[in-house]
């Protein structure tokens, strides 16, 4: 049985909402309670669950969203940004709609209404699961009876990707950064991080198609968008391993090179004795045959 508190902040006492849903609770449990025992006594059980929140004015979101895009295609071309702030600015809504809501899947409810509204311009619905749904069905052009693309669409942005309408944040990887996107981000699947490097792949997208992608998205990022890649950013930082090899390697080439000295110099020295006598034998020679003469 869910219940809804609506708060009109024009007028009446200026009282907290965590007043107000302490006052609806002191109300509504009990009756619960009460229907729960009364129900008891005939031998069934019942049990009432109730859901007491705050209405921010945002709840029939969906619908406007679907029948803002419908009147107007060309602003289907947004990002789900763009999306958020055409709900705020359409319901005027008193705080911006938050654009994450956009991923979470719609209810029966909402979208058996979205599907009637889409379905009244025309739309095919078949793929109809979230907010983003709304948006790229729209921008698709996707019709009733048409053919449906079977390629998996994927879009960058400067701190998240979009896979076929769902959006997936950037994550730090927990390995050393190498100052490149593809290499230090992944994305979390089914509770699993997936390099994004591996994302990649699978859809079958070059490094250099990629970087370009990602230069354009980071040109054309919101604020909260940049803010966010500014946090994923992270200069190259060689591993801590690395210096310890290469002092490793330092140590052992001065080694080697002393080594190398070493031997040579004992090699002359071995040479130097040979070539003695033969110099000495050829001197004293030269010494006789001047005498002879």
Same mark, same amino acid.
């Given at each position: 049985?869910?219940?809804?508190?609506?708060?009109?902040?024009?007028?009446?006492?200026?009282?907290?909402?965590?007043?107000?849903?302490?006052?609806?609770?002191?109300?509504?449990?009990?009756?619960?309670?009460?229907?729960?025992?009364?129900?008891?006594?005939?031998?069934?059980?019942?049990?009432?669950?109730?859901?007491?929140?705050? #209405?921010?004015?945002?709840?029939?979101?969906?619908?406007?969203?679907?029948?803002?895009?419908?009147?107007?295609?060309?602003?289907?071309?947004?990002?789900?940004?763009?999306?958020? #702030?055409?709900?705020?600015?359409?319901?005027?809504?008193?705080?911006?709609?938050?654009?994450?809501?956009?991923?979470?899947?719609?209810?029966?409810?909402?979208?058996?209404?979205?599907?009637?509204?889409?379905?009244?311009?025309?739309?095919?619905?078949?793929?109809?699961?979230?907010?983003?749904?709304?948006?790229?069905?729209?921008?698709?052009?996707?019709?009733?009876?048409?053919?449906?693309?079977?390629?998996?669409?994927?879009?960058?942005?400067?701190?998240?990707?979009?896979?076929?309408?769902?959006?997936?944040?950037?994550?730090?990887?927990?390995?050393?950064?190498?100052?490149?996107?593809?290499?230090?981000?992944?994305?979390?699947?089914?509770?699993?991080?997936?390099?994004?490097?591996?994302?990649?792949?699978?859809?079958?997208?070059?490094?250099?198609?990629?970087?370009?992608?990602?230069?354009?998205?980071?040109?054309?990022?919101?604020?909260?968008?940049?803010?966010?890649? #500014?946090?994923?950013?992270?200069?190259?930082?060689?591993?801590?391993?690395?210096?310890?090899?290469?002092?490793?390697?330092?140590?052992?080439?001065?080694?080697?090179?002393?080594?190398?000295?070493?031997?040579?110099?004992?090699?002359?020295?071995?040479?130097?004795?040979?070539?003695?006598?033969?110099?000495?034998?050829?001197?004293?020679?030269?010494?006789?045959?001047?005498?002879?003469?």
């Amino acid at each position: 049985m869910p219940v809804f508190v609506g708060v009109n902040e024009r007028g009446g006492p200026s009282i907290t909402n965590e007043e107000l849903i302490f006052a609806a609770k002191t109300i509504v449990l009990p009756a619960a309670e009460k229907a729960e025992a009364l129900i008891a006594t005939t031998g069934a059980v019942l049990t009432v669950r109730t859901d007491l929140y705050i #209405e921010d004015g945002s709840k029939c979101w969906a619908t406007t969203l679907a029948t803002l895009l419908c009147d107007n295609p060309d602003l289907a071309n947004g990002n789900r940004h763009a999306m958020a #702030e055409l709900i705020t600015k359409q319901m005027e809504l008193a705080a911006p709609f938050e654009p994450t809501r956009l991923s979470k899947p719609l209810t029966v409810k909402a979208k058996g209404y979205v599907a009637q509204t889409l379905s009244q311009h025309g739309y095919d619905c078949s793929t109809l699961k979230h907010g983003l749904s709304i948006r790229d069905i729209v921008k698709g052009n996707l019709r009733l009876g048409a053919p449906r693309p079977t390629t998996v669409d994927t879009k960058f942005y400067a701190d998240h990707i979009d896979i076929d309408g769902v959006s997936f944040q950037y994550r730090p990887r927990e390995r050393t950064p190498m100052g490149e996107a593809h290499h230090d981000f992944s994305i979390r699947v089914a509770g699993v991080d997936v390099p994004l490097i591996a994302v990649l792949k699978l859809r079958n997208i070059g490094l250099a198609e990629f970087r370009l992608a990602d230069e354009r998205a980071k040109i054309g990022a919101t604020d909260t968008e940049a803010s966010n890649r #500014e946090q994923l950013d992270r200069d190259y930082r060689p591993p801590p391993g690395l210096s310890r090899f290469y002092d490793r390697l330092q140590a052992a080439t001065r080694d080697a090179g002393q080594q190398r000295q070493r031997a040579q110099a004992k090699y002359e020295a071995i040479l130097s004795t040979w070539e003695q006598p033969y110099k000495q034998e050829g001197k004293d020679g030269c010494e006789q045959g001047e005498r002879t003469d």
